[in-house]
């Protein structure tokens, strides 16, 4: 299994779903996942879809600009990390973002989220 396939597929799956359906990314995530999303910590599948769906915007379109990724530690989990542009609907400038997922393996041969920390940067020079 090539890491950097399964960090493309993953990241296609999750901004795609992230994008039309946030509730349906609940299954990428298990009770001890944790997501930082701008400094705020929350724990928990249910958890963190409930805060993802709590963003105060409806409507966006994530744009990737780099994935890298690379294997982490012997139990096969692999880090990914996303750059790129989120325009909101409505909003005539996108958002530059970077978000760093670390994915552990299943029994079942895919990938959770055990972590994934968000941050917006700044669009100043």
């Known amino acids: 299994m090539d890491p950097d396939q399964v960090a493309k597929a993953f990241v296609e799956h999750y901004y795609s779903t992230f994008d039309a359906n946030r509730a349906g990314l609940a299954n990428l995530y298990q009770d001890g996942s944790m997501l930082t999303f701008e400094g705020q ?4 599948s249910q958890n963190i879809v409930a805060k993802l769906i ?4 409806q409507q966006c379109k994530h744009h990737i600009t780099t994935v890298d990724c690379q294997p982490s530690g012997p139990a096969g989990g692999m880090l990914v990390f996303v750059s790129g542009n989120l325009q909101l ?6 958002l530059k973002f970077s978000q760093m997922f670390h ?9 959770y989220v055990f972590n ?9 020079s």
């Open 41 to 44: 910590k929350t724990q928990g």
């Open 54 to 57: 709590a963003l105060p915007f």
């Open 89 to 94: 609907s409505g909003e005539h400038h996108a």
């Open 103 to 111: 994915l552990m393996p299943t029994p079942q041969g895919s990938f």
């Open 116 to 124: 994934d920390i968000f941050s917006q940067l700044s669009n100043a």
